[in-house]
């Protein structure tokens, strides 16, 4: 496996990883797939934070102070609603196996995808501008 991506490497220069599969669960073991999952949860996690940093440069200090508050609300909404749907029991977290991390990060990283697209189109369209189409 490892030959082929080295040779896939230098003759496809612009190929991903091999290492990291699209899907998480296409993994060939779980703790690969709970790596993968890992290294796409930093990835958006990435986006999100540079998403944030340009929204608060257009923001003033109040705004500034209600992004970081509705960040702190987001990250607990989102881990929440991720063991709502995986059945996660928080307050047990060896709860649900081996696969239960891969499972929760796949979510995290859907759920920080789709804010991320919500910061960036408060950019486009800061708060108060009712002209505005989102």
Do not use: Y
Request: charged share 30%; proline share 5%; glycine share 6%.
């Amino acid at each position: 496996m490892r030959r082929t991506c080295l040779a896939l490497l230098v003759l496809w220069p612009t190929a991903g990883s091999c290492e990291t599969p699209a899907l998480c669960a296409d993994a060939p073991n779980q703790a690969d797939g709970t790596l993968c999952a890992r290294r796409k949860l930093q990835a958006a996690e990435a986006d999100l934070s540079r998403a944030e940093a340009a929204l608060r440069d257009r923001l003033d200090p109040v705004g500034r102070r209600n992004l970081e508050r509705a960040q702190q609300a987001w990250r607990l909404f989102r881990d929440c609603e991720c063991d709502l749907e995986t059945g996660h029991d928080a307050d047990h977290p060896e709860s649900g196996g081996t696969i239960m991390p891969m499972l929760l990060g796949e979510c995290a990283v859907t759920l920080t995808a789709r804010r991320t697209r919500d910061l960036t189109d408060q950019r486009a369209c800061p708060g108060g501008d009712l002209s505005c189409e989102r």
